[in-house]
């Protein structure tokens, strides 16, 4: 991937097609082919990897992949349509909205802050952002991965100690577009959001703390990073 993100797309289509001879699982013949696909000089052979891609992310078939797929099928059918199959570009277009606003997650969830909260309470929108301390937030976030959640509580603005709670939506949610199909297909930090409130349904001490060198690293990375949030 640092190959491909620093001009040298050939060394990375090799090593992208290493890893998907030696993948030894669905998931991991998923992951490669997806990568080999981006680097195909053709529009049939991107689509006949896009399509192995599709293939394996359905053997999966779980939560690890299923926020994949909007943008796998809006892939296949770009290549269709670059082909003049009309039909075939709109079948997997209607495919990729069908899956975009419906993610299949069903928990638990959880959320990370620093505030003191009980059962009960309502998590809503509209708080500043952590990471950009100007932006008032349109969504309130939340995760299926406690250790993920565990991460935002100790980034979390405010003196209090890092606490996780588990929530529950109380309306529609999305996948989180700030990380949905960036560096990885999919949603595999399992990060989501919604403009309805989260009612806190109980709290979770089972989750790995960072070292304070761990801690002080992501403080850097955010500090350092450019990446406008999507809100």
């Not at 050939?10 to 998931?27: I, S, V």
């Not at 779980?62 to 943008?71: E, G, H, K, M």
């Not at 309130?140 to 100690?161: D, H, P, R, S």
Request: hydrophobic letters at 35%.
């Amino acid at each position: 991937m640092n190959m491909a993100d620093n001009g040298m797309p050939g060394e990375a289509g090799k090593l992208f097609l290493q890893g998907w001879n030696e993948a030894t699982n669905d998931f991991e013949k998923f992951l490669a082919a997806h990568y080999v696909a981006q680097h195909q000089k053709t529009v049939s052979d991107k689509l006949h990897w896009l399509n192995t891609a599709l293939q394996f992310a359905l053997n999966v078939n779980d939560n690890t992949v299923q926020s994949a797929f909007p943008n796998l099928y809006l892939n296949i059918a770009k290549c269709y349509q670059d082909l003049n199959d009309e039909t075939k570009a709109k079948e997997y277009s209607d495919l990729a909205i069908s899956f975009k606003y419906h993610p299949s997650e069903k928990g638990p969830f959880y959320h990370g802050t620093k505030a003191d909260l009980q059962i009960g309470d309502l998590l809503t929108a509209g708080g500043n952002s952590n990471y950009k301390s100007e932006l008032k937030m349109n969504h309130i976030y939340f995760t299926a991965l406690v250790n993920g959640a565990g991460l935002a509580a100790e980034l979390a603005k405010g003196n209090g100690q890092p606490r996780v709670y588990v929530v529950e939506p109380t309306g529609s949610f999305e996948n989180d577009p700030n990380v949905t199909d960036k560096k990885f297909p999919g949603n595999p930090t399992r990060s989501y959001r919604s403009k309805d409130p989260l009612k806190i349904v109980g709290e979770t001490i089972d989750w790995v703390r960072l070292t304070p060198q761990e801690l002080q690293n992501w403080k850097d990375r955010l500090t350092n990073s450019s990446g406008e949030i999507i809100n």
